[in-house]
């Protein structure tokens, strides 16, 4: 699995692949063969280039709180293709309005909005399923749409244009 993960506020990409406890972990272009054992409570056994620690891991608001050697991390993790979903879905027009595209390929489940409706910022557009998640993408702007360019059900392509939003002045 490929994953974005957000370390005071530095954004770096993890590959995590294997299973059963043993795995191959690849941050940036580090590559590290894991061995790892997680307890019900939270606590988690590592053995990492032969080295072996022990990591209590918490949830604190959907991040992951790592204490290890008594240091403490917090860290975001998200999956890569809600993180690109999230972060391209939609873009700034040249006079403020928001021209909503599509990040990547997927299917539209659910329009939201018709021409001539009023938006405020962070209102829901469009949700497309993609790689079996449902993705809803909101308005960045507050002011009218002014096309609507996909309907439920239809396949879109990376780029296509599903929603252009004029900004109020």
């Not at 599509?102 to 009023?118: E, F, K, L, N």
Request: some cysteine; overall charge negative; glycine content about 14%.
């Amino acid at each position: 699995m490929k994953f974005i993960t957000t370390v005071e506020g530095r954004a770096l990409p993890v590959e995590v692949t294997g299973g059963d406890g043993r795995y191959r972990v690849v941050i940036g272009t580090e590559v590290w063969v894991v061995d790892a054992r997680l307890a019900p409570q939270g606590i988690a056994s590592l053995l990492v280039g032969g080295i072996s620690y022990v990591a209590d891991v918490t949830d604190h608001d959907g991040a992951c709180v790592v204490d290890v050697e008594g240091e403490t991390y917090v860290i975001d993790v998200e999956e890569e293709t809600r993180h690109i979903i999230r972060t391209r879905g939609g873009a700034a027009g040249a006079s403020g309005g928001q021209v909503l595209k599509a990040p990547m390929p997927g299917r539209i489940t659910h329009v939201a909005v018709t021409p001539g409706s009023r938006v405020n910022q962070g209102d829901a557009l469009v949700v497309i399923e993609a790689m079996k998640m449902q993705n809803e993408f909101k308005a960045g702007v507050t002011g009218t749409v002014k096309e609507v360019r996909v309907e439920a059900g239809q396949a879109v392509n990376p780029g296509d244009v599903l929603v252009v939003i004029e900004a109020d002045p």
